[in-house]
Nanobody, 120 residues
């Protein structure tokens, strides 16, 4: 069974950092492009980052480029999102998910999400 479990969310002061983890089972990380996206209340899903299964290339949305870093540990079957210089507008539920390819636009699997709240 394909499962993705996010962890590492919480309450953090503006300017601070968090690292999210996504432990996957039922598949290997290099079977899919691995992505992070978020959703705030009343807003649409916002793609944030993706690492390609083809060549390892990494992609970032303009809103997080330079602040967030995606990485993967294939041995541990774990995807990470390091988030630095957090802002109030980063407050959302964060999800890891799979895509056929980076920037494909359709998620095939995703987890339960992790709440991130940034306060001033």
């Amino acid at each position: 069974e394909v499962r993705l479990v996010e962890s590492g969310g919480g309450l953090v002061q503006a300017g601070g950092s968090l690292r999210l983890s996504c432990v996957v089972s039922g598949f290997s990380l290099n079977d899919y492009a691995m992505s992070w996206f978020r959703q705030a209340p009343g807003k649409e899903r916002e793609p944030l980052s993706c690492v390609s299964a083809i060549d390892g290339a990494r992609y970032y949305a303009d809103s997080v480029n330079g602040r967030f870093t995606i990485s993967a540990d294939n041995v541990a079957n774990t995807l990470y999102l390091q988030m630095n210089s957090l802002k109030a507008e980063d407050t959302a539920v964060y999800y890891c998910g799979t895509e056929a390819y980076c920037l494909y636009g359709q998620y095939e699997h995703w987890g339960q999400g992790a709440q991130v709240t940034v306060y001033s």
